[in-house]
Every structure is written in structure tokens, then in C-alpha cells.
């Protein structure tokens, strides 16, 4: 089969969060079971690095249609050692910015003349798939120009086409005034798109396209309730008989302990010594012990994560001193709401040597972290899927979540057979701060937290599972013609 993944940005090229991970670890994967896969993305000249340019060459170009306008669009290429192919769909004036990938005012025309563009090259390149795979607002007018324009075209005909949501708090939601002169679509088929009163591109991605999945079982449940889905419930209760949730892999070649050379020692299930080497360079690092100083005891929380509400930022704030004097030291790394940003600033003030905080994202001091960390704190109000629990497992580092979405899907409590982490149901700080006493308490047993290291590292969060899940579902989708 040929599976084309259309995504606004991929590992390792540019990336903002977890669908560049999945886009840049999925295809891989589907590479491996004996598919052809592509990925296609837009040419942010200003994020890919020189370096990976200078590996990325011009194949073809043509003009397109956006609204009453014609665009000029460049296709580029590269392949990867792992055999996907990549397209990036150029056009400076929609793509070469300074201030990062999204958040421009004419974010809505930049994805829509992308959209199209991705359906457009297929006339000029050498590769037709049989299903193309969308993901998330900003492709998710893939499946709806095809469905307006290319569905009956002679080449084109018989593509199925698969829609991913990664997280429905983004939608793409925009005035009707755009439909037609930005849009480039009719007024005649404006009830694809529109959605309470506005265009609404994931919507439109919704109603359309022949299968709509997410990234875990348990997400795919939550967002048909109102309190998870940001207003598409609705919608989604419709199309409950196209929609499904595979829980996403990680890329276990990016996070492995027993390889990587960013962290101070590399170690395994086998010799797991060299996690303590982790945990005293990554604590010296990050300012908390002078060096020289023998490793401390005290259990350690990582926090990798952007610092807004709904990753739950509000309940650690309301426990942060509760769990500091239990004994532990945090270590944060994320920016995000200046609340949060000034919240951890302060923490950081106020116990100088049990509180590290970095601003930003370091994807070098993030796998410290990973490998550092004793403990890996996620309290999400929602969680689509999240990737950070699994690459902790695999670093031997216990997670503590709530139960919701794909960490739900995911992590086991310790109470239970077989458990890997530390879960709470409620959203709530106590409840909360009840898994980290508990977690605590384990770590205290040293017998009883090294066996639980050691099925956390032996916990398979790799795609081999997943990937076959979707083509299972493209298989099926193919059988259709
Ligand atoms: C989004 C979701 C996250 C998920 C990721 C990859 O970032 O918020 O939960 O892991 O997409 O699917």
C-alpha cells in the first residue's frame, strides 16, 4: 500500500508538539511492515535547520488556486535513512516566517493554500496513494477538497482518505466571510465546514473524510462528552461509525536510555547502574547539587510539558508546597502561561535547592530529565494520547497521571497487577497529591521501586502494536474500491 501522512510539521524537521513526533515516528514504522509511506508537510524555510537543507532538493513547481488568487507552490524532497519520503510544499510568503510555525493572522489561508497544494502535487509527482492520512485543523481541508475537486478526477479517483485528531481543542474555527474568496469553497458546500455559524476546518475533516481516528481508546470515547470536546460532540455522535482511537507509539530509536549520547551514562533493564549517573549530572545541571556532591536521596519529579491549564498546572500549583516538604525535589522544564512561568520562577526563589526551573524547550536537556528524574509528573485536565509517561517508562522513570485519555491507556496503578505508575481519577489536587504520598512510599521501599523500574523499562510503547492497527484500517479502507 501507499500511505501518504499529510501534517504541519514532522520530527525531526520542525516541531511544536507530540504530531510532530507521531509524524516523524509513524511512517517509520509503516516503512518497516513493507509499505511505501510519505510525508508531506509545508517548507518552513526559517525552522529547518541548514543543515537538513542542504539534504532537501527541488523536484517540481506549480501555480494553485486560493480563493480569487494563484499561488506559486514548490515541491522539495528528501528521503530519509529510513526510507519515507518526504515532500515539503513551499511558498514563502505563506511559510517562510520568523515567529515560530503557527500563530499568524492568516494562519486559516496558509493551511487551506497547503491543504490544496498537497492534493495538487499528485498530478505532478511520481507517487499515488492509496490512502492519505491528514492530521489535526491544519490539514484537515485535505479530505475536504477532495471531496469538492478531485474525487471524480481520473487519476485521483479512489484515494481514501483518513482523518487523525490529535487534540480537538484546536479547530480551525474562522468567520463564514472566508469560505468562498479564501476558502475556495462554494457556497453550495458550505455545510461541510460550517459549524455553529463558522467555518470550522476539523468539521468539515469530521463529516467527510472516510474514517476519522485519534490517538488513544480512551480519547476516542471522551470527546462524544461535551466536557472533553470543545463543541463536537455533536458532530462526533454522528460519526461514532467512522471514528476510532489507536494509542500512539513512540519512537524508540529518539528515546533510548542504552544509546543516547546526551545523557551522562547510558543504561538498560539489564544494568540499570548508569540511571544514577543520570540523576546526579542531570541534578547538577539543572543547579540543585554543587558538584562533587554525592548523590542525594531525595526522590526526584521531573515536569516536561507547556505550561498551560489543561496539562493540569493548576493542581500542582495548589500542592507545590505539600510536596516539597514531603521530601522531594522538582525539576520543570516548559514555558507556556506567565502565571505558570512566574509561579515556578517563585518556587524556584523560594526553595533554591530543592526547584529547578527552564524556561523554554531543550530537547537535549529533556531526555536529562527523562533519564534523571526518579518520577515524571502528568495531571492532565485531558490528554489526547501524551507521549511523555512512555518515554519515561522506557528511561525507568515512573509516571504519576491522571486517568484520562491515552494515559489511561497507558499506564497501570501501582495497586493493580502489572502497574507502572501512580493514577488518580478525580481532577483534583488532593487526589493528586494522594498518588505522589503513595509514590513516595514506594520510592522508600527500594526492593519493591527497583521492580517496578524494571517493568516500567520493560513496558513496549514502540509502534509495532499501533502501526499494524492502521493498516488494518487502510487495508480496509483500500478493500472498499
Ligand atoms: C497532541 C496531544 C497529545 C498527543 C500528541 C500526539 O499534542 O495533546 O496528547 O500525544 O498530540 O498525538
Redesign the pocket.
Known amino acids: 500500500m501507499k500511505i501518504l501522512y499529510a501534517a504541519s510539521e514532522a520530527q525531526p524537521f520542525a516541531a511544536s508538539?507530540?504530531?510532530a513526533?507521531?509524524a516523524g515516528s509513524l511512517p517509520k514504522a509503516l516503512v518497516k511492515e513493507g509499505h511505501e509511506c510519505a510525508v508531506v508537510m509545508p517548507y518552513y524555510k526559517n525552522t529547518i535547520s541548514e543543515q537538513q537543507q542542504k539534504k532537501i532538493k527541488f523536484l517540481t513547481s506549480f501555480n494553485i488556486p486560493v480563493g480569487w488568487r494563484t499561488q506559486f507552490c514548490g515541491v522539495h524532497t528528501c528521503t530519509t535513512p529510513d526510507g519515507v519520503v518526504y515532500y515539503f510544499l513551499d511558498n514563502e510568503y505563506y511559510f517562510k516566517r520568523d515567529f515560530g510555525i503557527y500563530g499568524y493572522y492568516d494562519d486559516a489561508e496558509r493551511f487551506a493554500f497547503f491543504s490544496r497544494a498537497v492534493l495538487e502535487m499528485l498530478f505532478r509527482i511520481d507517487y499515488k496513494p492509496d490512502v492519505i492520512n491528514s492530521n489535526d485543523w491544519q490539514c484537515a481541508l485535505v479530505p475536504v477538497y477532495y471531496h469538492i475537486y478531485y474525487r471524480y478526477n481520473n487519476e485521483l479517483r479512489n484515494i481514501r482518505n483518513v482523518f487523525t485528531i490529535?487534540?480537538i481543542a484546536y479547530q480551525g474555527q474562522y468567520g463564514m466571510n472566508l469560505l468562498e474568496e479564501i476558502l475556495s469553497i462554494p457556497k453550495h458546500m458550505a455545510n461541510i465546514v460550517e459549524y455553529d455559524g463558522d467555518v470550522n476546518f476539523m468539521k468539515g475533516a469530521i463529516e467527510i473524510a472516510d474514517k476519522v481516528t485519534t490517538?488513544s481508546p480512551t480519547y476516542a470515547m471522551e470527546i462524544l462528552d461535551p466536557w472533553f470536546a470543545h463543541g463536537l460532540d455533536r458532530i462526533l455522535e454522528n460519526k461514532k461509525y467512522k471514528t476510532c482511537g489507536f494509542l500512539?507509539g513512540i519512537d524508540t530509536d529518539m528515546y533510548n536510555p542504552a544509546a543516547n549520547k546526551d545523557i551522562a551514562a547510558n543504561f538498560s533493564l539489564k544494568s540499570k547502574a548508569g540511571k544514577k549517573t543520570c540523576k546526579a549530572a542531570m541534578l547538577e545541571e539543572v543547579g540543585l547539587v554543587a558538584a562533587g556532591t554525592s548523590e542525594s536521596d531525595e526522590p526526584v519529579i521531573g515536569i516536561i510539558t507547556r505550561l498551560v491549564e489543561h496539562k493540569g498546572m493548576d493542581l500542582v500549583k495548589n500542592a507545590f508546597d505539600r510536596i516539597i516538604n514531603l521530601g522531594f525535589k522538582v525539576v520543570i522544564l516548559g514555558s507556556g502561561h506567565p502565571v505558570y512561568e512566574q509561579f515556578f520562577d517563585e518556587m524556584k526563589f523560594r526553595y533554591p535547592d530543592k526547584v529547578a526551573f527552564t524556561k523554554g524547550f531543550i530537547p537535549a536537556l529533556a531526555k536529562k530529565i527523562y533519564a534523571g528524574a526518579d518520577m515524571f509528573l502528568m495531571p492532565s485536565k485531558s490528554?489526547?494520547?501524551?507521549?511523555a509517561q512512555m518515554i519515561s517508562l522506557r528511561y525507568g522513570t515512573i509516571p504519576i497521571v491522571r486517568a484520562t485519555?491515552?494515559l489511561k491507556d497507558s499506564i497501570v496503578d501501582y495497586g493493580d497487577s502489572g502497574g507502572t505508575g501512580f493514577t488518580f481519577q478525580t481532577y483534583n489536587s488532593d487526589d493528586m497529591f494522594d498518588a505522589i504520598e503513595r509514590a513516595y512510599d514506594a520510592y522508600r521501599d527500594k526492593k519493591a521501586w527497583n521492580l517496578l523500574t524494571s517493568r516500567a523499562m520493560k513496558a513496549d510503547f514502540s509502534w509495532s502494536v499501533s502501526a499494524k492497527l492502521y493498516i488494518g484500517l487502510y487495508e480496509e479502507l483500500v478493500s472498499w474500491n
Open positions: 508538539g507530540g504530531l513526533d507521531v490529535h487534540n490517538v500512539n490528554e489526547p494520547c501524551g507521549l485519555g491515552g
